[in-house]
Structure formats: structure tokens, C-alpha cells
């Protein structure tokens, strides 16, 4: 069976700036540009210092109205309900769900984390045109919206991004094209990639994804220097990421480059060029 990557970020490093989340329940919607007939879910925590354990992960296809099109699916790893995202480790694969999907449906992914973990891992982007993530905590067995920059430090560094933990990817059965775009902070803030994603859907171009490889404060030649400058910690070297970064995408047919844009104007970029 042939996997596609039907939704991706690239993880980044935020020992930085730790937060810390206990009772917590994170919403995911993602808009598909794919169609099929199975659904794995990636999950990551490559720079976390803790593990992030989820007491349940859900998913469930939606329509439009964000009312319910599928039944809910409980999402295992290894066949286990509680799932452990393991700190310092590479990405996990979830068990195939049986869930046709098509292109335009609203994918919705939940995360139940009732432990208190520290979180210094995970995806950050600006663009909500083609996805949407929502948090609430639990207090009194009742689930209350919670405004992200009130919990996630790199949120309150950067009031315009969302934060997502746990979660890298999602896969899907079928055939289609998988592009990936490499690049650095124009490219992670996804915003020229959701209004391609649209386009495509708006023009009748379906199964084709594009998966975001762009990373914030991305260099091109040299890795900053992480204990010289916290912001930048994560700025590692394009010319050193691209292979695997790039080629590990499932399914990949082709590649977008978007490198170098407004970063190379810093003066710390100038013997990187």
C-alpha cells in the first residue's frame, strides 16, 4: 500500500521557551486536499526534555458546517489508547483507521492530555485558512476555551501563531502528487501555501497536498549558534536539513523552494550567503 502525506509541519526546538499544560484538550481541523480510504496519524516530539502522554486522541471527518460526517474514531499506537509521545525521539506512526475521506472534508483531530508535562517541542504557524486549532482546559469536568498566548510562551513571544503539540503529520491511502515546501519563516507561516491549497480545491485539482518544511529563523549555510541567541536556536542550516527534511515526506512527487527571502537582510546572515 502506497502512504501519502496529506498534512505536515516541520517540529522545532522550544527549550527556550518551555510551557507547561495539565488537564488540556487540544482541537485540530485540518481542510484535505486528498482523497482515500485510510487515515494514520504522525506524532513527534523530537526537542521535548519530557514525554507528552495523551489520555485519548480522537479523529473524525466533518463537514462544513463542522457537524460530524464520519463516526468518531479512537486513535491507537501499537493497538494502545494512552498514547506516549516520546522526548528526544523520532516520529511515531499511528495504527490505519478505516475512514474514507475526499478532498474538501474537514479532518478533525482531538488530544486529551491530563498530566502535567512540560512542552518544548512542536509546530507553529500563522495561516488559518486551511486549518484551525482550538484549546480548552478542563476545570470541574467542564471544558473551558483557553487563548493560547495565556499558555504557550512561544505564543506570547508571537501573538499572530498557534501552537500545536503531539502532532507532526497526518497520512492517507491512494494515489495523488505530495509536494513539499522547503523553506524558512515566510514558508512556515503557511499563508501562501493555504491559498494554494484553496486554489487547487477551487479549481477542481484534487489530491494534491503540500506539505510545510518551512522553519522559523532558517538559515542557509551555517546552524545558529543556540546558546548565543535563544530566539535562534532553532535557525538550522538549509543545506544541511534538505535531504532529510525533504525526502522523507511520503509519497513526495515534488518540491517548492521559497528560501533566503527577507532573512538574508540580518547582519548575523551575512557570512551565511
Request: net charge negative; glycine share 10%; charged share 25%.
Amino acid at each position: 500500500m502506497r502512504w501519502n502525506e496529506l498534512w505536515g509541519y516541520q517540529q522545532q526546538d522550544y527549550r527556550s521557551w518551555p510551557s507547561k499544560i495539565a488537564g488540556q484538550e487540544q482541537t485540530i481541523r485540518i481542510r484535505l486536499n486528498h482523497k482515500g480510504n485510510k487515515l494514520r496519524v504522525v506524532f513527534g516530539n523530537l526537542y521535548g526534555i519530557e514525554d507528552i502522554l495523551f489520555d485519548e486522541v480522537t479523529l473524525q471527518l466533518l463537514d462544513d458546517r463542522l457537524q460530524g460526517k464520519s463516526e468518531l474514531h479512537r486513535v491507537t499506537l501499537n493497538k494502545k489508547e494512552q498514547l506516549t509521545i516520546h522526548g528526544g525521539c523520532g516520529e511515531s506512526v499511528s495504527d490505519a483507521i478505516e475512514q474514507p475521506f475526499d478532498c474538501g472534508d474537514i479532518l478533525e483531530i482531538k488530544t486529551l492530555t491530563k498530566n502535567e508535562v512540560t512542552l518544548t517541542s512542536g509546530l507553529v504557524s500563522y495561516a488559518r485558512l486551511q486549518q484551525e486549532v482550538i484549546n480548552k482546559i478542563i476545570e470541574n469536568k467542564s471544558k473551558v476555551f483557553l487563548d493560547q498566548k495565556e499558555q504557550f510562551r512561544i505564543v506570547q513571544e508571537n501573538q499572530r501563531m498557534f501552537y500545536i503539540y503531539g502532532i507532526v503529520g497526518i497520512h492517507g491511502d491512494g494515489m495523488g502528487n505530495v509536494l513539499a515546501a522547503f523553506g524558512d519563516s515566510l514558508t512556515q507561516q503557511g499563508f501562501w501555501i493555504d491559498h494554494v491549497k484553496q486554489r487547487l480545491l477551487t479549481e477542481g485539482i484534487t489530491n494534491t497536498s503540500i506539505i510545510n518544511k518551512g522553519i522559523g529563523g532558517g538559515r542557509m549555510l551555517q546552524d545558529t549558534d543556540p546558546t548565543a541567541d535563544t530566539f535562534q536556536r532553532h535557525g538550522r542550516a538549509g543545506v544541511k536539513r534538505y535531504l532529510n527534511d525533504v525526502f522523507h515526506v511520503k509519497g513526495l512527487s515534488g518540491v517548492i523552494i521559497s528560501y533566503g527571502i527577507n532573512d538574508v537582510l540580518g547582519a548575523d546572515h551575512g557570512t551565511d550567503i
